[in-house]
């Protein structure tokens, strides 16, 4: 079955950086929209990211300037760098990929910008 793996979560202190990746399988990857969501307790799951097959990519507007979405076909992986992060960013981040009316999620990574 699909499979999408989120990984590079942890804690960082405010204004720091992590990078997530999220590695699928048994998809056709290039062909894939991939988005990342994010989900703080006792919040609804809400839209970071997205980026097209094509790398067209759109953001959160509370993320924008300091998160960069991106992809490596090659690798069937897509990243979300995190930069300047602040406490509200604190979250369980995940990856979706969408073809079509087919999404698969991932499991989540959890991201703690905590001092």
């Known amino acids: 079955q699909v499979q999408l793996v989120e990984s590079g979560g942890g804690l960082v202190q405010p204004g720091g950086s992590l990078r997530l990746s999220c590695v699928a399988s048994?998809?056709?990857?290039?062909?894939?929209?991939m988005h990342w969501y994010r989900q703080a307790p006792g919040k609804q799951r809400e839209f970071v990211a997205y980026?097209?097959?094509?790398?067209?990519?759109d953001y959160k507007l509370s993320v924008k300037g300091r998160f960069t979405i991106s992809r490596d076909n090659a690798k069937n992986t897509v990243y979300l760098q995190m930069n300047s992060l602040k406490p509200e960013d604190t979250a369980a981040y995940y990856c979706a990929a969408e073809f079509g009316t087919a999404t698969y999620w991932g499991q989540g990574t959890q991201v703690t910008v905590s001092s």
């Open positions: 980026i097209t097959s094509g790398s067209a990519t």
């Open positions: 048994r998809i056709n990857f290039s062909m894939y929209t």
